[in-house]
RNA sequence: GCCCUUGUAGCUCAGCGGUAGAGCACUCCCUUGGUAAGGGAGAGGUCUCGGGUUCAAGUCCCGACGAGGGCACCA
């Protein structure tokens, strides 16, 4: 006799045990036919299923996040009856939900092509038609290993291993197709209308490379034709804002075959790098750091001390002279730690803040490059701040402040904060490994920011803190970090004089706020879709002659606001002035500023903004306080 | 590093067995025009590199290198 709760507060009673699609039935047909799961107690579970005590449910439909989760899960069991139908071979492994859509890793000795892709859609599609009941039913593991063994589901197999001997499996028969999946799923396939397979890529049973190489297939699914529509057409418009495009289309930087991975800088791009170096050194200066430079190559030896030839020789660019092996510095830390041993240092002296503009080369894998995101040759805002261990979170608290502060000037309003604790490879106690985490969680949760725990992601010597950003795409790059270091000081030998007249090891927290300046430039492209805010703009006005008879006027015009102290430059071709307002605001120059002969009269400029808009007749010293005023604003957006 | 895709003029791309094409950009000429493309002419390519198949190869096959999307990696 199951009474059943409806968000609504209503009551219903039934006198058998009742699945939630009888349910949606005695409430409507439509509702019925619209249900694709139900969630009891907060607890998904399929429509199919009865209900058996008092419960609160909750009757899911497409119009539901969880809803739609759903019909992208099962289109994952869908594509998987299309696959076996054509490659009855193939063998299935998961197929998860994942943002917007699903994916199914295969294990096949065919090489999946995108024609191979079109033709599992279409047989999708096929299936789709049939309206096809999906049928839950449970077994055993025992009857579930039967049943795999059976198919020749190796890796369905080795999951039933991993599941406890006495839980019930859910299998979902979807014709003569089974799968194993937790669940829930729809009722039918008519709830299954609207995907596209998007991608195909390489994956590893249980991600780990040392696995079998599987195949992915990914697709999107939505509730919609129109929402389909739009997300293909967000896509789209996102791939516009790819940083290799803009970059090259404004002429930012280049990279070619000869140095994969590293950036060829034109002028535009320089000039915001330059900018952007600009004002973090300032910030570090107002913030006590003091700034150094130190070696591109250093002998190995200093490698071996510090721990980084055990573990990432392979990774380090190396060259030799005189029989010495020198690498090329994939990091500053070590380097900075000889600056700190020079002379004596007293507890009195700490915190030291070193901080470099640290050129580092790494031998990244040559799938991982991409763009300015990932690359082999890259400059951080790098410090070390040698300090005790009392002096941790304070410090630890000030960076983050820092971070937020420098973030908000350029306008990012989402930052992914996440805590990387210890990985299984790691130098240093258990015990220094508790107190640094605990000191850099600790942190965080004093400010309220909200934050992941990443486990076994650290860095070898200490625990980080990571911030975030997106990409055009969501894809997220780790800018900022903070990490704290007891070892590297020990291995390095870093000392210095407590007041108790004993020498001691320093903690070293390394950080940065940018993370590397080529992919933070790559974000801020992609940020800004290439409109850089003026304080950033390559060039930030170009002055256009109407005719010939303006060149002079341009010229001299142009030289007084160089002189200013701004970055503008003119453009005296010989052609209609609508022509040029195209080019300039292609190349996303902010100001447009147009002579003709009414102005060279008046000596003025008439102004408009990148986006199209007149901002009227302006003298010079007019202009230059409204420039000072977009300036100032840098790229803040509140 | 792994899987799929891909590499043709400065850029974007077409050509997919018979000896290279378009648009834009560039050069020159005409045009001096007031807020997102005025007109004409011209120049420009050992089709990434190295092998192979073929009478004949950007075009098919193999390999190398680069790039794109994922995966793995990321001090």
Redesign the pocket.
Same mark, same amino acid.
């Given at each position: 006799m199951p009474k059943i709760t409806l968000p609504d507060g209503s009551k219903r009673f039934y006198k058998e045990p009742i699945s939630t699609i009888e349910i949606a039935k005695s409430i409507g047909s439509s509702l019925a036919k619209a249900t694709i799961a139900g969630k009891i107690n907060n607890v998904l579970i399929d429509a199919t299923l009865p209900i058996y005590k008092d419960s609160n449910l909750v009757i899911i439909t497409s119009k539901d996040k969880e809803g739609i989760e759903i019909i992208r899960h099962s289109f994952a069991h869908l594509v998987g009856h299309a696959v076996k139908q054509i490659y009855p071979e193939v063998q299935m492994a998961i197929g998860p939900v994942i943002d917007e859509g699903f994916y199914y890793d295969v294990f096949s000795e065919h090489?999946?092509?995108?024609e191979d892709l079109l033709k599992i859609e279409e047989r999708v599609n096929k299936l789709i038609k049939q309206n096809y009941n999906v049928v839950i039913s449970q077994a055993n593991k025992k009857e579930a290993i039967n049943i795999f063994k059976e198919r020749n589901e190796i890796f369905k197999l080795r999951i039933i291993e991993g599941i406890d001997d006495n839980a019930l499996i859910n299998l979902y028969k979807h014709q003569e197709y089974i799968d194993m999946c937790r669940g829930p799923h729809v009722p039918n396939t008519k709830h299954l209308r609207y995907f596209k397979l998007t991608?195909?890529?390489?994956?590893?049973w249980r991600?780990?490379?040392q696995n079998e190489?599987l195949?992915?297939i990914?697709g999107t699914a939505w509730t919609s034709q129109k929402d389909l529509d739009e997300y293909l057409k967000r896509i789209e418009e996102a791939e516009k804002r790819?940083h290799?495009?803009i970059g090259?289309?404004q002429s930012l930087f280049h990279?070619?075959?000869e140095s994969?991975?590293m950036i060829f800088w034109h002028p535009n791009g320089w000039m915001i790098y330059q900018i952007l170096e600009k004002f973090i050194r300032d910030i570090l200066l107002k913030n006590n750091y003091l700034e150094i430079k130190t070696p591109q190559a250093v002998d190995k030896s200093l490698w071996e001390k510090s721990g980084?030839w055990e573990?990432?020789r392979d990774?380090?660019f190396t060259t030799a002279s005189e029989s010495r092996i020198y690498a090329i510095k994939?990091?500053n830390?070590p380097c900075h730690v000889q600056v700190f041993n020079q002379g004596l240092k007293s507890y009195k002296d700490l915190p030291i803040r070193l901080a470099e503009f640290g050129s580092c080369h790494?031998?990244?894998?040559?799938?991982?490059?991409?763009?300015l995101m990932?690359v082999r040759n890259f400059t951080q805002d790098d410090a070390h701040i040698f300090c005790t261990e009392e002096q941790i979170q304070e410090e630890v608290s000030k960076f983050i402040d820092l971070v937020f502060e420098v973030y908000k000037t350029f306008g990012f309003d989402e930052i992914i904060i996440k805590l990387s604790t210890r990985?299984s490879k790691r130098v240093g106690s258990e015990d220094i490994w508790d107190k640094s985490e605990e000191a850099l969680s600790q942190a965080l949760n004093n400010k309220g920011l909200s934050w992941q725990l990443q486990p076994g !992601?650290g860095?070898? +010597?200490g625990p980080?803190i990571e911030f975030s950003l997106k990409d055009c795409?969501n894809?997220l790059w780790?800018c900022g970090t903070i990490?704290v270091d007891f070892s590297m000081p020990m291995r390095l030998d870093a000392t210095f004089v407590d007041v108790n007249n004993e020498k001691k090891h320093p903690v070293m927290l390394?950080r940065a706020i940018l993370g590397s300046f080529e992919r933070f430039i790559g974000i801020l492209i992609e940020q800004y879709e290439g409109k850089f805010p003026i304080w950033l703009a390559p060039t930030q006005i170009i002055l256009l002659?109407?005719?010939?008879?303006n060149s002079e006027k341009c010229i001299e015009l142009n030289k007084q606001i160089n002189e200013k102290g701004y970055r503008s430059k003119v453009d005296l071709?010989? !052609?209609?002035?609508? +022509?040029k307002?195209?080019e300039s605001?292609?190349q996303r120059i902010p100001l447009?500023g147009?002579?003709?002969?009414?102005?060279?009269t008046d000596n003025s400029i008439?102004i408009?903004s990148?986006?199209?808009t007149?901002l009227g007749i302006f003298k010079l010293n007019e202009l230059y306080t409204f420039m000072e005023s977009l300036i100032d604003k840098k790229g803040r957006v509140h």
């Open positions: 090489r999946f092509t995108p991608k195909l890529s390489g994956s590893y991600g780990n490379s190489s195949q992915r990914y790819d290799r495009k090259k289309k990279i070619q075959e994969p991975g980084h573990k990432f990774d380090m994939p990091m830390c790494r031998n990244e894998p040559s799938g991982s490059l991409h763009g990932r990985p !992601e860095a070898f +010597y980080k795409l894809r780790q990490q390394h002659n109407i005719t010939d008879r071709r010989n !052609e209609k002035i609508g +022509y307002i195209r605001t292609m447009i147009v002579v003709g002969d009414k102005e060279q008439s408009r990148l986006d199209g007149n």
